[in-house]
Each structure stands twice: as C-alpha cells, then as structure tokens.
C-alpha cells in the first residue's frame, strides 16, 4: 500500500514499445483502487496496460492469469493476456510488473444511471457463471489471503480498527456491528461452511460491462479486472454484487438486491448453506469495504476517485444495516424459493396448556376485551376494513387520522387486521413503493384502558409509545401506542399491567397495536411485495389476542392475468409490460393493490377526478331511486340537456344522449348522411373517432393498421394539418386545400361530401395544434360542398384546454354537430351528439331515435354532477393556470433533453413528441415506452400515443396541482436522464 504506480504517459508508451513492440499513439489513466490501468490506442487496436507496484508478488498475478484462461469459456467478452516479446505475460521492467491485455469493449455498469430488473438480475447471473467458469482453476502456490475475500471481512476490519486515527467513533461502531453475523456464522461451533473454490473476487458494476441492445436497453457483455481473483465460497461473488447495487439504487435498494440474487439463485440455486452465509457475508463485504476506503481516503486524501468510492461504500453500508433486522435474510429465502423462516416460530410458544391471557383489559363490568371480541370477530363483527378496498374510507380521508377515528367509532370497531395492505398507509406518490403492510393486529379501545402482557416474560424495551416483551428466546411481543409502565429489563408475569392505551395527538383512534415477531425492532409496516419474509418474521398474532385477526390473502396478481387472457379477447390489450392492477381512485391519483399511490397523468376521462364524492354519491342515489329508460319522463334529461346547449354556440340546440364516444360519432354520422342525403365523408389522415363499424372505417391510423386495404369508397382522407409532422408544415391553405380536394372527389366519386369530422385540436396526436385558419378554411370548403362539419370533442372538449370549453371555440368557427363523451359521465358511460335543430329532425323525420340505457337517470344525474362539479371547483380555469405552468416546464425541459422535440396542446392536454433527431424529426418510439415504463417506477401514470406511439399524452384529471405538475416534470427529467445513460 505505498501508494499507486504512476507511470508517465511518454514511459509507458516507451514499455510497450520495447517490451511488446507495439507502437502506442495514446495512453490513458482508467483510475483504479491501487495498480495503475491506462488504456492504450495502438492504430485501431486497443489495450490494458496494468502497472503494478514492485512489491506486488508475483504469485496473485499469476493466480488471475490463470483465472483470465479459465473465463475465456464464459459467453461474456473477457480481458486475454497480450505475450510480451520475450514470451512473458508478465514482465519486470523498470521497478514495475507490468501485463498487457486486450481491450474489452462495452462501458462499465457504473455508467449506467438505474439498473432495470433484467440487468439486475443479469448482474446476478454474471456472479453464478463466472464463478461456474473458475471453480475448478487450481492455482499451484498456496492462494494468498485476499483482502477482498468477503469471507475475511471481519479481519480486514480488525486490522482497520486496531489503527487508533482511523475509522471514527461512530464508524467503529457501524464496522463492529455490521461484521457481527459474519463472525458469529464463522465462530459457530461445528458449523457446515460453504465449500471453497476460485471465484473472480469482485463481480460488480465497475468490472460489468454493458453495450446498448435496442433503445433503453443494456446487454451485459463483459467481466474485466480479474485481479482479485481468490479462493472463497462461491456466493462471495453475489454478495459483491449484491453490496454494488445496493449504494446506488437507492429508491429501492432491498428489491435490487433480490433481483441480483434472484438471478443468481436461477443459473445457480443456493444451497441451505449459502443461504445462511449469504446476508453476513454482504453485510461483510460492505464493511470491510467501507473499512478499506477509509483507510485509502487518510493515505491519498486528494483523489476524487477515492472520496467518491468513500461515499459510495459507506452509503452502501448504512443502507444494509438500515434494512430491518431479519428482513433481508427471510426475504431472501423467500425469493430462493424457501421457507422464510425454518421453522413455525410460535410451535413451541403457543404449546398445549400455554394459558394465555387478555391483551386488554376489561372495561368496567364486562369481560376482556381481547376474548370477548373471539366471537364477534369470528362472525367479522368489530372488525374494520382498512384496506386498500375498504369501503369505509373516501375521497382521501383516510389521510386525516380524524376522519380515521371517526369510522372507527361508528363502526364500533374493536379490530383492526393483521396482514392487511393498509390504504391509511399509502400517502403521497413518490419514487419508491410504501410500506403499506400490517404487520400487527390492532385492538381499538378507550385511551387509558389497561394493556396486559397475554404471557410472562421480559421487558426488552421501552421506547415512546411502546414496549417489547420477550415471551421466549427469538419470540417478542412489541405492544405499540401506549404509555409503558413496565420497565425495561424486568419480568412481567402473565396478565400483569404493563401500560395504557394512549392518548394520540393527530387525533387517529386510540388502539394497542399487537405484534409477534421473531426479531425485536420491527417497524408495524412493512413492504407489501415482502410479504411472505414480513409474515414469517411477523406471524398472525390471532392466538394472543383471542380472535381472528388475520386479513385474507391477497388474490395471486400471475393468476389475475392468466385469468383475464383466459376469457378476455386478446384485442383488449393492457398498459404496460407488467399489466398494472388499480384497485382505487381519488381524484388524480390511482392506488394499486399494494396501495402504491401513482399520478395519474392520462386519465382525461376522470375530467374531475377518480371517484369524485360528488358523482358517486348522485349516480348511488339514483340507482338506489330509479335507473330506468328514456321513454319515460325525468327532469334530470332534459335538465342535462340544457345544460350542455347553454355551454354551445346558440345554434346548437338540440342533444342526443348516447352510451360512448364510438356512438356519438356514429349518430353524428348518421345524421351527416340523412341531413344531406349523401354518404361520403372526409376525415383526416391518422384520425380515430371510435371502434363502432361505420367510425372504425374513418380510422386511418395506429389503431386501424390495415386502412388502407379496408378504406371504403365513400371514406375520403386530407391531410393531417400537424404543422411539426405533416405534408404541409405549418401552411394552413394546404391543409384546407387537401380538404377541398377530398371534398371534390367525394363529388366525383358520388354525390358529394355528407361530412367532414376531426378533432379540433389533434388529440390522438398527443394535442397537435392544427394552423391558425385550418378550421375555418376547412369549415367553409365543406359547407361550399354541400357538406356538414362534426367537431370531435371526445378527448379534447369539456373544459381541458382552459381557455374555453370547447376545442373549437379557439378557431372561432361553429360546428354543425358536435359528438362529446369520456369526460360527459367522468367513466360512467355518457355520451352526447349536439346539433342544429333542423339536422336532428331530419333524423327524426325518417326513425325514432332509441338506446335503452343512453341518457337514463342514472347517467344524467352523473352527467350533471360533472358539469356542476367542474364548475364549482374551477377546473377549467385550473386547466388553464396548471397546463400553463406545465407547458412552460416542459418547454425548458427541453431545453436539457434532445429527445423532446416538440410539446403539442393547450391547457391540460398535452403531448411530448420525443424524437431522435431534432433535424429529422424521427420518432422515438420505443425510447417513449422505455419512459413510460421507467415513470411508472417513479410513481407516474404516462402513456404514449401518435401515428407512431412517440408522444407523451399528458391529459390528467382536471384536478391536478401545480405541485403534481411538477412532480410530473421532475420524474420525467429523471427519466429521460437515465435513458440517456442506458442509449450508451
Ligand atoms: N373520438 C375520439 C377522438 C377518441 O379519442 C375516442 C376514444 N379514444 C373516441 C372517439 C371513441 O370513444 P369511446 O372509446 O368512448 O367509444
């Protein structure tokens, strides 16, 4: 450790000229811990040139040498030793030992900002196959004790900790604490060990390298630095991998590690062995890490190099001690396909005889609490939902503890479930999933009520609010929310008082949160994707308190879409790869069934918020009235009605009430053709106005791939007037030119145009803005037709773009027939076609107009509830002030991400075009998914849309903030930062 060899650019080309006879025209410094590793460029070739210290052995290099041999087998790119002149691979020149290697190519996964789940998992599997290829390299020499042996980390640190101006107190303690596992597993008397084999010693993201394998996609295809190669157990290798992941996937460190492991734990199952080794000996590694790069930072303080890997080692290692105890062992188990926990941890506490008594305490008169509620909670009674699904929460108050406490009086609840995904838990969206699982029971009672230990045993702690008995050796019992007065370190005896219910001060109801667990200091949450490891750690405490506490289990999420794929048409695609599972809504946020809250930031037919009180209440009410049809007479319909013409142009008098989109367009069609007793309709090129058969034959874009072999005759298309994409740029008399020209031909073809229908501002497009004058020109070359226009407001209309209510209002023209639905029943299905008087009569003159459920009681009142509530909260000129303020982040966005090539829309609709050419205007199609799926892990609900799926459609319920707006742009940076760094 007398510091690294510094070799002088103009020496080392001098070594390789004369050593190798390679004329190098360039060397560069790779950095590196203690050896110097400079990259040589020799004409189109590339090297390693590795520079160790004179005192290095020759031995451990010639131990990797051997190593190097034996990974040539490996399907990953490795380093191979270049001969020196002499024959030598290794060489003694100039006070130096000094080796040539090939150059791998590929960069190291360290440049890589996150690691997916299949290059964690591949990372995972590196470790396995690299430790398959040098299992049997048998180095002659005796191997030397290799500091990176994670298996030794308790002497490194040793050695770390005897030097007294080392580590700092508090780092002592840290080192001390996270080497214990390891050298008790070791000193355990007569203990199996895993068996010893040669593995490479430091399979992590520097020694990974990675090329680019499609947008957003990495293949692992290289393993370098074979220098540390040693004789360990083979999971050493893993628990490297596992210490690298964890410093910096730091949103959700614990599921990297596990998907590291897991794919180990594929190409190679860990044995029961390894799996008792394997949680000390990362724990080990991070420590002794932490422990060296203290030291390296006191001998080289200047190196940034050093401080960074510092940081990052010290970060990894409070991470892993950060996690709770027990946790990553049992987890770990549990994604090797083992049991959690060997053993039932209650068998021996909870034996034949055991008298157990009362948690609580009998309030005056009556019998203990924890008992008396057996029957009830037997028969469900006193027991509350607060699950995800609950029905006894709304419209965010579970976020109010007193609107909590409230419920749970009503109810008289007496139980809260143990195993429950907890809605009271979820909190707001960000980047990692929530702690949301229950891992105790609850039992709801009176502040005051006296809290009694239901066995003997001992006081182990005390803290605020709580106390934990250890009933048995490995069994403790941590009572929460309550004022202890047992003391620590003494014994209870069964039924002894050992503290009240507390009083809360958020105003939450009052209760003594009752948990088993195996090892003290569990949180009362946990995460609910862990659930198997936290349940075996937490067992159902039901025995203790005398009732069936335990919630059901959650429904198998595989067997939920292998269901579904089942029976359901396969047409009926989902979002995502991993299909999402959505089990609430509020307002503009979507809970899934772990009661991870996502922003929604798609949902524009939730125009004022999922599950908005308000609606439901009046769509629960009417149902409960009378939902009936049409025939009959309701004022809500005609009130309805009403209130969409007051929002329209005077002229436009006359509604239809229908069930969806695809309706409405088709009855504004078929009122096209009776009005002007024509067929022909022209729309616009990539336009999509619903699946029903005579709109389906109008869709000319991504949904409707075979257009043009199915276009009818009398279906014209124009151009799309998109002036960042179309034929015509930003040339609006071409666009409207391309509209007169489909209207002629519809005249040759037949009798002249019936229609023209669009979107007034571009919705499927991701919010296009057509030129100013498109629509009137357009408008006006189809009345000199003969023909009507039908303004599509499906998407775009009711308020969304802030500065009127409808689309179309901002091209100061008038539509014939507007079609309007999605947001009209904010999801239920309600839709409406308005139009001139005399266009509906000539309907009415040639049949009735009839849809048994369209425009029932029902919807109208939904659809009032709607209109009433946009109003009365402000959501259009919310539209306008939040989608304003959007609009300007996303424009500066752009200005740090190349990929953004455009952001379309007004108000709340709006569309990110990504690119991959700013010039070219390329789409980039899969780099849009790629961001789609990276925000979701982020906590944001975003999908793509547009002739080719590259823009980000931006339509949140109208209720969002500005503070979610940014909460949106910020996971969108991240995002598209860390595509950045995976386009390599
Ligand atoms: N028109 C437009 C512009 C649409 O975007 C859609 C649906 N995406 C429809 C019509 C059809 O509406 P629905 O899905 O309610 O039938």
């Not at 002088?8 to 006879?21: E, M, Q, S, V, Y």
């Not at 209309?797 to 639905?821: C, K, L, M, Q």
Request: proline share 6%; aromatic share 6%.
């Amino acid at each position: 450790m007398s510091g690294t060899p510094q070799l002088t650019a103009a020496h080392a080309i001098a070594i390789l000229d004369r050593h190798w006879g390679i004329t190098a025209e360039r060397v560069v410094d790779l950095g590196s811990y203690e050896d110097q590793n400079l990259r040589v460029d020799a004409g189109a070739k590339r090297y390693v040139l590795k520079v160790a210290g004179p005192s290095h052995a020759r031995p451990p290099l010639e131990a990797e040498h051997e190593a190097l041999a034996a990974a040539a087998t490996l399907e990953l790119a490795t380093p191979v030793p270049v001969t020196a002149l002499d024959g030598a691979e290794i060489v003694d020149v100039d006070g130096h030992r000094v080796r040539l290697l090939s150059w791998v190519d590929g960069v190291p996964l360290t440049d890589v900002a996150h690691l997916d789940e299949p290059t964690l998992r591949g990372l995972g599997a590196v470790a396995a196959a690299s430790s398959a290829a040098l299992a049997d390299v048998r180095s002659a020499r005796e191997p030397v004790a290799s500091k990176w042996d994670p298996r030794l980390a308790a002497d490194v640190v040793d050695d770390v900790l005897a030097d007294d101006s080392g580590p700092t107190e508090d780092e002592r303690e840290v080192l001390a604490a996270a080497t214990a596992p390891l050298r008790e597993l070791l000193h355990r008397s007569g203990a199996e060990l895993p068996a010893l084999q040669t593995i490479h010693g430091d399979v992590s993201d520097y020694n990974v390298l990675v090329t680019a394998a499609g947008p957003g996609r990495v293949r692992i295809s290289g393993l370098i630095d074979f220098g540390d190669s040693t004789r360990t157990w083979r999971i050493a290798d893993l628990a490297n991998a596992c210490v690298a992941v964890v410093c910096r996937e730091l949103d959700e460190p614990l599921q990297a590690l596990l998907a590291v492991v897991a794919g180990y734990n594929e190409s190679a199952p860990l044995n029961a062995l390894e799996l008792d080794a394997l949680w000390p000996l990362i724990l080990g590694r991070a420590a002794a890490c932490a422990a060296l790069s203290t030291r390296q930072l006191r001998l080289t303080s200047d190196r940034d190099y050093t401080v960074a890997q510092y940081a990052g080692d010290w970060r990894a290692l409070h991470t892993l001690i950060g996690f709770p105890s027990g946790l990553p062992d049992a987890v770990i188990r549990a994604r090797c396909g083992h049991e959690p926990l060997p053993g039932d941890p209650l068998a021996d506490l909870l034996g034949s005889g055991t008298e157990l008594l009362p948690v609580l305490a009998a309030p005056p008169g009556r019998r203990a609490t924890g008992h008396a509620a057996a029957g009830k909670a037997a028969a469900g009674v006193g027991v509350i939902d607060l699950s995800i699904a609950t029905d006894e929460l709304h419209d965010g108050d579970w976020a109010d503890p007193h609107e909590v406490a409230a419920v749970v009086h009503a109810r008289h609840a007496t139980i809260g479930r143990w195993g429950e995904v907890r809605l009271t838990a979820a909190g707001d969206p960000g980047d990692a999933a929530p702690d949301t699982l229950h891992l105790g029971a609850d039992l709801f009672a009176l502040a005051g009520t006296q809290v009694r230990a239901p066995l003997a045993g001992t006081v182990i702690g005390v803290a605020e609010r709580e106390l934990t008995l250890e009933l048995a050796p490995g069994r403790c019992l941590r009572l929460a929310g309550i004022e202890a007065i047992a003391r620590a370190g003494g014994a209870v005896t069964a039924g002894a008082v050992v503290g009240y219910v507390a009083e809360r001060t958020d105003g939450g109801p009052t209760h003594v949160h009752v948990q088993l667990t195996t090892v003290p200091g569990q949180p009362g949450l946990g995460d609910p994707r862990l659930r198997d490891a936290w349940l075996a750690l937490c067992p159902d405490p039901s025995p203790l308190v005398g009732a069936d506490v335990a919630a059901p289990p959650p429904p198998d999420a595989a067997a939920g879409v292998a269901r579904r794929a089942s029976v359901l048409a396969g047409a009926q695609e989902l979002y995502y790869a991993r299909p999402m599972e959505i089990v609430r809504g509020s307002r503009q946020y979507l809970y899934d069934a772990h009661g991870r809250p996502y922003l929604d930031m798609i949902n524009n037919v939730a125009v004022v918020g999922h599950s908005h009180p308000r609606v439901a209440a009046a769509a629960a009410r009417q149902f409960r009235l009378l939902n009936t049809n049409s025939r009959f007479l309701y004022d809500s319909m005609a009130e309805y009605a009403a209130r969409l013409v007051e929002l329209l142009p005077a002229e436009l008098d006359r509604v239809f009430l229908v069930n969806s989109g695809s309706e409405a367009c088709d009855l504004a069609l078929q009122l096209a053709r009776v009005y002007t007793g024509r067929q022909d309709v022209v729309a616009l090129r990539g336009a999509y106005h619903g699946w029903i058969s005579a709109v389906f034959e109008l869709c000319t874009g991504p949904d409707n791939p075979v257009w043009r072999q199915t276009k009818p005759p009398f279906v014209h298309v124009a151009e799309q007037p998109d002036p960042y994409r179309g034929a015509f740029a930003d040339d609006a008399a071409a666009y409207v030119g391309s509209v007169a020209d489909a209207c002629s031909d519809a005249a040759t073809a037949a009798g002249g145009v019936a229609a023209f229908i669009s979107e007034p501002l571009l919705g499927n497009q991701g919010a296009v803005q057509p030129p100013d004058g498109f629509l009137a020109g357009a408008y006006a070359a189809v009345r000199a037709a003969g023909g009507v226009c039908i303004a599509d407001e499906i998407q775009v209309g009711y308020g969304r773009t802030g500065e009127s209510f409808w689309a179309f209002e901002h091209e100061r023209v008038t539509p014939d027939i507007v079609a309007v639905a999605k947001a009209t029943g904010n999801g239920h299905p309600l839709g409406a076609v308005i139009c001139r008087a005399e266009i509906a009569d000539a309907l009415g003159r040639r049949a009735a107009f009839f849809s048994s459920t369209a425009g029932g009681p029902v919807s109208c009142e939904v659809g009032l509830a709607v209109l009433d509530a946009i109003a009365d909260e402000g959501l259009q000129d919310k539209a306008a002030r939040v989608g304003g303020a959007l609009q300007r982040s996303l424009t500066a966005l752009a200005d740090d991400h190349q990929l953004i090539g455009a952001v379309h829309g007004r108000g709340l609709y709006q569309g990110v075009d990504l690119v991959l050419d700013r010039d070219t205007r390329e789409p980039a199609v899969e780099q849009a998914r790629w961001i789609c799926e990276r925000m979701r892990e982020l906590g944001v609900i975003v999908q793509p849309t547009g002739d080719h799926g590259n823009v980000l459609k931006v339509k949140p319920p109208l209720c969002i903030t500005e503070s979610d707006a940014d909460v949106f742009v910020i996971a969108l940076d991240r995002a598209l930062r860390d595509l950045a760094t995976v386009s390599l």
